[in-house]
């Protein structure tokens, strides 16, 4: 982790949120997903916040988990740098379930006629909006789009929820 260029401050945030981060794997499990994060296209500073805003993720099945979520992702449109960049500000996306969580938030965008490419700017923007609950996406999202928002106006109401 001191490799990443974390503090001595962070490294204990990190170990005392996720202890079983001790009992992990050096070989077989940090240092792969480390690589993985770097090959997603982010920077050692990026895997580090990453890695201490979310912890668990060094835990995560790698195939099981985290690569089918950015299949995911990209299956939506973003590219390499927008996958990284949503995971860095919102690292827990990566432990939240495909089915019961992340693809219903996206079906309510789709509900109220928001294109593919506008998805991915609402979601790349402010990917915290995976993790509210429907209700929290949908109230705000029915109320703006009755009065004809733009998709702007949609990403500046759900900063109150950040």
């Not at 001191?2 to 070989?27: C, H, R, W, Y």
């Not at 590219?79 to 990284?84: F, G, I, K, L, R």
């Not at 995971?87 to 432990?95: A, D, E, H, Q, W």
């Not at 909006?129 to 009755?146: D, Y």
Request: hydrophobic letters at 40%.
């Amino acid at each position: 982790l001191k490799e990443l260029g974390m503090d001595n401050s962070q490294v204990a945030k990190t170990i005392t949120t996720f202890p079983q981060l001790m009992g992990v794997s050096l070989e077989e499990n940090l240092k792969p997903r480390v690589q993985w994060l770097k090959e997603l296209g982010m920077d050692d500073s990026q895997v580090a916040k990453t890695i201490t805003t979310f912890p668990q993720l060094m835990g995560v099945s790698l195939e099981e988990n985290l690569k089918p979520r950015v299949q995911w992702l990209k299956e939506l449109g973003m590219d390499d740098s927008q996958v990284a960049k949503t995971i860095v500000k919102f690292p827990s996306l990566m432990g939240c379930s495909l089915e019961d969580n992340l693809k219903p938030k996206v079906e309510i965008l789709r509900e109220y006629e928001f294109t593919d490419i506008q998805v991915v700017r609402i979601l790349s923007t402010f990917p915290v909006l995976l993790g509210l609950s429907s209700k929290q996406v949908r109230t705000p999202v029915s109320c703006l789009a009755s009065i004809g928002c733009l998709e702007e106006s949609l990403v500046v109401h759900l900063h109150e929820f950040d």
